[in-house]
């Protein structure tokens, strides 16, 4: 059954530096999302991602944050300039289409970020 | 702003007891759907409910969706010990984005 995968499963970082982490989605599917959950915290929507540009971001999705679909396969998240309290797990999920009934989301196993 | 509230937070009960978890909102959603997630793994989709008052059920569990669409719950019967785990409920949106619960970490004792 076709999953959503994501690479590094953990990166550990030192403060200041960048970090990519990726994904690849469904093959079939058009949009594309990620999320965060800090440890014992519930998850939290960063962005979302649809033919080539971000349609929606929440506030925590600041400039040091920044999303990419460099050759139509993989989607990645980049973080410039890391800080201690971006330590978290990062889920990447994707979806087939808006018009799927429910929005069904198919989330990848996460990347664990920490940042020392 | 979009909330789900999610309750409990945590249940600890005997095999073979049966439970229910409540997801709440005063918004409405276009769909809600369920998740159990697994510690240091991501979630993974159990059922969507679009339509209000909809009833699914996959083998002992049961999801419904309130008539107004603000609200769900999920039932699960003689609750076994491979059902211990994290239970999310999400909300999707007219973004396409979804609004998390906090979770409802559920322990069933052998």
């Known amino acids: 059954e076709p999953e959503v995968t994501q690479t590094p499963s953990h990166q550990v970082t030192q403060m200041g530096q960048e970090v990519i982490l990726r994904c690849v989605p469904i093959s079939n599917h058009l949009y594309f999302y990620w999320y965060r959950q800090i440890l014992g915290q519930k998850v939290e929507f960063l962005v979302s991602f649809y033919n080539n540009e971000i349609s929606e971001k929440s506030e925590i999705f600041d400039d040091q944050f920044s999303v990419e679909r460099p050759d139509g396969s993989n989607f990645t998240l980049k973080i410039r300039s890391t800080k201690l309290e971006d330590s978290a797990m990062y889920f990447c999920?994707?979806?087939?289409?808006?018009?799927?009934?429910?929005?069904?989301?198919?989330f990848g196993p996460g990347t664990r970020l920490t940042v020392l | 702003t979009q909330l789900l509230e999610q309750s409990p937070q945590f249940l600890s009960i005997q095999e073979g007891e049966n439970l229910t978890v409540y997801c709440n909102s005063s918004?409405?959603?276009?769909?809600l759907q369920w998740y159990r997630q697994e510690p240091g793994e991501g979630p993974v989709l159990l059922v969507t409910?679009?339509?209000g008052g909809e009833v699914k059920k996959l083998k002992r569990l049961t999801f419904q969706f309130g008539d107004a669409r603000k609200d769900s719950s999920l039932h699960i019967t003689a609750a076994q010990p491979g059902d211990t785990g994290l239970y999310l409920c999400?909300?999707?949106?007219?973004?396409?984005?979804?609004?998390w619960g906090a979770g409802t970490k559920l322990i069933i004792k052998p």
């Open positions: 999920a994707s979806m087939v289409t808006a018009a799927t009934p429910g929005n069904e989301q198919f």
């Open positions: 409910v679009v339509t």
């Open positions: 999400a909300g999707g949106d007219s973004n396409y984005q979804l609004i």
């Open positions: 918004s409405v959603f276009s769909s």
